[in-house]
């Protein structure tokens, strides 16, 4: 095998990685919040949220980071009759289905529910703004109880129901790891990227999606011979590096607030991890990055890579120094990222 | 040899259908809006058979309609009304006998099971509710205003009586909010902007006297 044909086989794995999309499709009556959980679940602010009412005249469409959501509109209603709205909105694409309520269940939900059932889609059913159940004189776990009972019945099954609140942030993470177990194994570590951990444990899922990735662009980089790191006799892509970068501060919600922030923490060590962050991000700081890995590489055969990305660049030693500087950018973001939950799981 | 056995299982199905339509979810709900219309015309009479201010409180299913109620009268109330976080809490759709009003001094309030739920389609409402006996017609409004209150609201205007439009659980509203509420609201139901709308908290107790003078000091 040529060092091309490896190559080609690389881009060829990048691209299926990049094609891997979970999509998910939430439906429940206007107001229950399906914005508002939407941004939460991405951790950015992808979806416009309001105390209007805009009437959905088509489906709302969000994606970001290889996950996308869409907001289906009433199912049954005059402007999207039921006969023709599986079509219409290709429903059996859908990886998985959010019916979002945040009071009682609709004619329109539960219907639209059965119709999912007979399609063996799977379904969730998110109780949005559970700081709103109250009710005098009851127990919220009493509230929460008669919730699930009155789901149950309409549903006609047992369910999977997830309580969530998007303002006080919480069943988030239960969520999160609801959807995680309802999704292929491809899907799962798209998911894991993508999707905002609330704990450390999704936290950690997320590392080792990461680090798989980590490993095929590093691949990529190494293969790719575009520039060559000085004082060392090998030229990788600068350009696939700096990429990967972005994607990982990206996956683990290192934005520039987020990393402006962290760089004045009262821990110096810490402080010190988020002005690497952003100083790797550019060519110069990459350079730098890339000189202290390359002296102190060695050609070592990465035996367990071969399989995935050949024997000839798992051999090499760019692939040696590209995966050493992609999984330092990596530990750094996760123990960033890692300082930001903890920090907030400690507020609550 | 094909088409004998093709029809000999349509038949089977066909005689399988009718077996099964009589337990079908489908014939349970078909019972269910039958019970809703009769009790729709029952109300109709016995409004007609009654006199004193009639006030009907109309709104999605959880709005608050029935805590609006109980908390309004300080649970005075008679009956006090059902309350739950369960869907069809009030329910007219299962028992034709069941209680339609409740009285309160001299009022007589109607409160109106949710509509828009599997048993209690906002289309039945639509079609035989009677809005122009009431005196008083109070709209609630939970979250985002949904295309079935927006329905409501047009009979609500069409039959003349007075009307208030109150927003539920303001206590997760604050002051830009509410602001952009109202707005939203009335220009949604093409009222006048200056027209108001009531907030109030069945948790804080917010706003619920000025709900219940809105209905009081009326003519």
């Known amino acids: ?348 | 040899m094909i088409w004998v056995f093709s029809i000999g299982a349509i038949v089977v199905a066909t005689i399988g259908s009718i077996f099964l339509n009589a337990k079908s979810p489908r014939s349970v709900r078909h019972r269910k809006k039958f019970i809703l219309e009769l009790n729709i015309n029952r109300l109709a009479k016995e409004l007609q058979a009654t006199s004193g201010p009639k006030i009907a409180i109309l709104g999605q299913p959880g709005a608050g309609k029935s805590s609006l109620l109980k908390n309004m009268t300080g649970n005075k109330v008679v009956p006090i009304p059902m309350i739950g976080t369960q869907t069809d809490a009030t329910n007219w759709a299962s028992d034709a006998g069941c209680n339609l009003l409740s009285r309160y001094k001299k009022y007589i309030f109607a409160d109106v099971p949710g509509y828009d739920t599997a048993s209690h389609p906002a289309s039945i409402f639509l079609a035989s509710f009677p809005f122009e006996l009431f005196d008083t017609l109070i709209l609630v409004i939970h979250g985002k205003l949904h295309s079935a209150d927006e329905r409501i609201f047009r009979k609500i205007h069409k039959s003349g009586r007075r009307f208030h439009i109150t927003k539920s659980f303001s206590d997760s509203n604050d002051q830009m909010q509410r602001l952009a509420i109202s707005k939203d609201i009335v220009t949604r139901l093409s009222l006048p902007t200056s027209h108001p709308v009531l907030f109030f908290s069945n948790r804080t107790g917010e706003g619920i006297k000025s709900v219940f003078d809105a209905i009081s000091t009326a003519r």
């Open chain 1, 1 to 348: 095998m040529s060092i091309i044909n490896n190559a080609e086989n690389i881009k060829r794995l990048l691209n299926k990685e990049l094609n891997v999309k979970v999509s998910v499709a939430l439906f429940g009556q206007p107001g229950s919040g399906k914005s508002s959980l939407v941004n939460k679940i991405v951790g950015q602010k992808v979806a416009e949220v309001g105390v209007e009412t805009d009437k959905t005249v088509e489906a709302a469409e969000y994606e970001a980071k290889g996950l996308r959501f869409v907001d289906l509109p009433g199912y049954g209603t005059k402007n999207f009759p039921k006969e023709t709205y599986f079509e219409r909105f290709n429903i059996p694409k859908f990886d998985l289905f959010l019916c979002v309520t945040s009071g009682k269940l609709h004619q329109a939900d539960t219907e639209f529910f059965q119709e999912l059932i007979k399609l063996n889609k799977v379904c969730i059913f998110v109780v949005n703004k559970h700081d709103e159940l109250w009710e005098d004189g009851v127990k919220i776990e009493e509230l929460e109880k008669r919730k699930i009972e009155d789901i149950t019945r309409h549903a006609g099954q047992e369910i999977r129901i997830v309580f969530t609140s998007c303002k006080l942030d919480t069943g988030l993470n239960t969520l999160d790891e609801e959807i995680y177990n309802n999704l292929s194994e491809a899907k799962r570590e798209r998911w894991a990227r993508g999707a905002k951990a609330y704990s450390l444990n999704f936290l950690k899922e997320k590392e080792a999606a990461s680090e798989k990735h980590v490993v095929l662009m590093a691949a990529a980089a190494a293969a790719n011979g575009l520039n060559p790191i000085p004082g060392a006799d090998i030229a990788i892509d600068f350009g696939i590096l700096l990429e990967l970068f972005r994607e990982i501060r990206e996956d683990f919600g290192l934005d520039d607030d987020a990393l402006s922030d962290l760089k004045h923490s009262s821990i110096p060590a810490i402080a010190t991890l988020a002005n690497n962050a952003v100083e790797y991000a550019t060519k110069e700081g990459l350079l730098i990055l890339l000189k202290r890995f390359s002296s102190r590489a060695t050609v070592k055969q990465f035996s367990k890579y071969v399989p995935v990305i050949g024997q000839v660049i798992a051999a090499g030693l760019g692939f040696a120094i590209t995966l050493k500087v992609g999984n330092s950018y990596l530990d750094d973001a996760y123990k960033l990222a890692e300082e930001i939950l903890k920090r907030r799981l400690q507020s609550k």
